[in-house]
């Protein structure tokens, strides 16, 4: 049997056991320390932003930065709609309702027009959203410019989900620096792991401080323990942020190998009509967390999920695009608000996109296997 060939898995870079070392020779095996520090202050830097505060996951970080935003039960949440259920939940936990917004075109991710459609009805009916949760895509920035224009119009704060594309940028900003909060996840599949874990990012550094409290239990200022409001246990370990330290300083080199197992599809498919390799918009960098890809099923025989069953009969992993929010039965009766009525681009590239394996411990060998196979499978449909 061939070695599986996985979607995205942890690569370690080398230096990660020294800091886990030092934690241990410190005894710092307790929540928090030298590690945690640094590493907040390592990725704060990193992307150009005052200050960070390190949890236990990405969702860990969404649901604080909504808490730290005032939302409560009854309140609205703008969402995109294609993402990670993880982006949602917190939404879910405050009691919250969520109105999922449709993708565009060029980027996958929250389109301008329907933003704007929803900011309409949401001011007709006398309720503004509390905030709006962004997502970037596989690695790819959303429209940020134009987004952020409108939510400013309305006075409403951004929650930028970044889990995906941490190392990418807008116009020359590190993605995930654009809103009041940014999010990165350190989840096992992510371009860098530290095993499970994720950031809040803020350049409020009073907020981010505040964040730090709520993540702690939200222990008052006296020596016997009391509590006035909610808290949570989200911080991350000091082990944790060991791993998240020497996975840093391979972050670049992640981004590199990740863009070029994407360049190394682009190209072999490049001659095959009615495949489509994700979009990455002027200006903007993409870490190509995940090479993704569509079938036009106009012009070619095998669905993704087929494609997805052939690779998977290789030992090959490969995944469909997020199943839209809108359309999963956990938000049912949630008010969603399509880019077009007659062409909704999430429902379009979940039926039409794949995500290829883009390990970047993936030999370029082991990748020219799932290309083969790939332009052995998609038959283009013959017009007679
Ligand atoms: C992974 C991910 C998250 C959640 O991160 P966890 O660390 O797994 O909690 C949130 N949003 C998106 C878009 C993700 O891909």
Redesign the pocket.
Known sequence: MVERILLSSPHMGGLEQSFIQEAFETNWIAPLGANVNAFERELASYVGIKAGSATS????A?HLALDLLGVRAGDIVFCSTL??I??ANPILYLGAKPVFIDSEESTWNMSPEALKLAFKDAKASGQLPKAVII?NLYGQSARMAELMDICNSYGVPVVE?A??SLGSTYRGKKSGTFGKFGIY???GN?IITTS???MLMSDDIDLIEKSRFLATQARDAAKHYQHSVIGYNYRMSNIVAGIGRGQLKVLNERVSQKRAIFQRYAEAFSHLDGIEMMPELDGTFSNRWLSTMTLDPMKILITPNELIDVLDEANIEARPVWKPLHMQPLFSGSKFFPHDEKDIVSERLFARGICLPSDTKMTEEQQQRVIDLIIHKVKPILIK
């Open positions: 996951s990405g969702t860990a969404i993402t990670f993880a982006s997502v989900d889990a995906e996840s350190f989840n992510k499970g874990g994720g």
